[in-house]
Every structure is written in structure tokens, then in C-alpha cells.
């Protein structure tokens, strides 16, 4: 196994994996199987399951208690808070094990938080800069930079990038300014990139 020498493993952790990008730390009782991905200047802390198959971007926060299954993709600059669980089967019954190929994909896109013991239920997508309130069930997508909560998830309002709740005219008090592209698309910036 040829990793970046760079790649930090806690002599408690396991990583199987040879796909670890550059600066990534893997800490304790963390186990990244063989055939997961993950990204460069990660921070996979103690707990952590992450099974063949997922993938994780780059400079991705993922807490302690943190399950990532085969077929959920987690693009860059996410933070997943502590205990956020995904699924990736609709139906799951042991009896009836679904192969790796009936696996519903599920997509967090970049820049998204999920709080702590948010459950994504699989075949969704959490949209670019979206905040997903501690606890909360999603269970169908949720727009760029939409805040939502509760159990089922529900839009509440929206994020601004840095995080904070966007007022109604969608101007932060950092500077940043956003418009509503609809409510499936959610926000676009208006500043330049």
C-alpha cells in the first residue's frame, strides 16, 4: 500500500486504503476500508466508518461517530458533525441483502454542513452551501444554501456561505449577497467569484 507519506494514521486507527489524499489525518478507532476515497487535508476522526465504495473530497471535516456507506459521495469543504449517519439502501432487510449495485447514491455537494445526528436517508442530494440543522432527518433534497431542520427535514430558511441565517434579503452581515434562483435550485451569489 503506497500512501502519501504526508497521510497521518493513529497507531489506534485503520486505513485500508491506498486512495488517502495528501495531509489527510486518520485518528483513532477510524476505519477507512479498501476501495473508499478520500480526499486531500481531511480530518477523519476518532470513530469514523467510511466503507469501499464512498468518496470523500477534500479539506472534509467528518467527526467522531461518522458512517459513510458505499455509494454516498461527499464533495470538498464539507463538514459532517458528530454521529451524521447516511444510508444507501431504501428497503433494507437482513434477510434480503441488497447488492452493491442496488445501492441508492446519495450526494452532499460542496461546502455543505451536516450537523450533529442529522440522518441523510439515501437517493438525496444536499445542495452546494446547504445547512442541515443538528438532528435533523433529510429525506428528500435540500437546495444550495438551504437551512433545514426537524424530523422530516424541512426548509426553514437560508445559508449564507460563512454559515450564518441569510435575512430576507438575502444579504449577510459578512458582505456576501445572494438571489433566489428557485426553490428546487435554491441560491446563486452575486458577487464575483
Not at 464533495?75 to 452493491?100: I, Q, W, Y
Amino acid at each position: 500500500m503506497s500512501r502519501d507519506p504526508s497521510v497521518f494514521v493513529h497507531e489506534q486507527g485503520l486505513c485500508e486504503s491506498s486512495d488517502v489524499g495528501p495531509r489527510t489525518r486518520v485518528w483513532g478507532f477510524a476505519h477507512v476500508m479498501a476501495g473508499a476515497r478520500v480526499g486531500a487535508d481531511c480530518n477523519v476522526c476518532m470513530g469514523v466508518f467510511v466503507e469501499a465504495g464512498a468518496v470523500i473530497g477534500d479539506r472534509v471535516t467528518v467527526k467522531n461517530g461518522v458512517q459513510v456507506w458505499d455509494g454516498v459521495t461527499i464533495e470538498d469543504d464539507v463538514f459532517l458533525g458528530p454521529n451524521a449517519t447516511f444510508t444507501n439502501v431504501r428497503n433494507p432487510r437482513s434477510a434480503f441483502k441488497a447488492p452493491p449495485e442496488e445501492f441508492v447514491a446519495t450526494w452532499i455537494r460542496r461546502g455543505a454542513t451536516i450537523g450533529a445526528n442529522a440522518t441523510i436517508v439515501c437517493g438525496n442530494t444536499v445542495g452546494e452551501q446547504a445547512f442541515v440543522a443538528a438532528g435533523a432527518v433529510v429525506t428528500r433534497d435540500v437546495p444550495a444554501h438551504g437551512l433545514v431542520l426537524g424530523n422530516p427535514a424541512r426548509r426553514v430558511g437560508w445559508a449564507c456561505s460563512c454559515g450564518e441565517r441569510l435575512p430576507d434579503d438575502l444579504a449577510c452581515t459578512c458582505g456576501r449577497r445572494f438571489e433566489l434562483v428557485d426553490e428546487e435550485a435554491g441560491l446563486a451569489s452575486l458577487d464575483p467569484k
